[in-house]
Nanobody, 123 residues
C-alpha cells in the first residue's frame, strides 16, 4: 500500500490549503482514512477521519468548523480542506489508512501512512 500526501505549503494566517492523499495497492473504497499532524516538538495528533463510504466524519476539537475531510473513491483519494488557518496549525500532516472499520483518533487504528506534507502558517 502506498499513500502519497501532497498540497502542503506556506500560507498566511486566515488562508486556506487543500491536502490530497492518493492511495494505491489496496481497495481504497473499503477502508476508512484519517489525517494526523505533528507540530514542532509535539507528538502526532489526530486531525480528522472519514469512514469508507464517506458517510461519517470525525474531527479534533481544534479544527472543527475550519477543516473538512472528504474522499473520492473513484479517484482513490482523500482530501483535507483547511480554512481559516492559524499559526498553531503549522505541522507535518500525514494521511493514514485504517486497518479495519474503526476510524478513531488512535494511531494504532491505522496501518499504513503517507510520507507527510508540511504546512506552515505564518502570522
Amino acid at each position: 500500500v502506498q499513500l502519497q500526501a501532497s498540497g502542503g505549503g506556506l500560507v498566511q494566517a486566515g488562508g486556506s490549503l487543500r491536502l490530497s492523499c492518493a492511495a494505491s495497492g489496496r481497495t481504497f473504497s473499503r477502508y476508512g482514512m484519517g489525517w494526523f499532524r505533528q507540530g514542532p516538538g509535539k507528538e502526532r495528533e489526530f486531525v480528522a477521519s472519514i469512514t469508507w463510504s464517506g458517510g461519517s466524519t470525525y474531527y479534533a476539537d481544534s479544527v472543527k468548523g475550519r477543516f473538512t475531510i472528504s474522499r473520492d473513491n473513484t479517484k482513490n483519494t482523500a482530501y483535507l480542506q483547511m480554512n481559516s488557518l492559524k499559526p498553531e496549525d503549522t505541522a507535518v500532516y500525514y494521511c493514514a489508512m485504517a486497518r479495519g472499520l474503526r476510524v478513531g483518533a488512535d494511531v494504532g487504528e491505522y496501518d499504513h501512512w503517507g510520507q507527510g506534507t508540511l504546512v506552515t502558517v505564518s502570522s
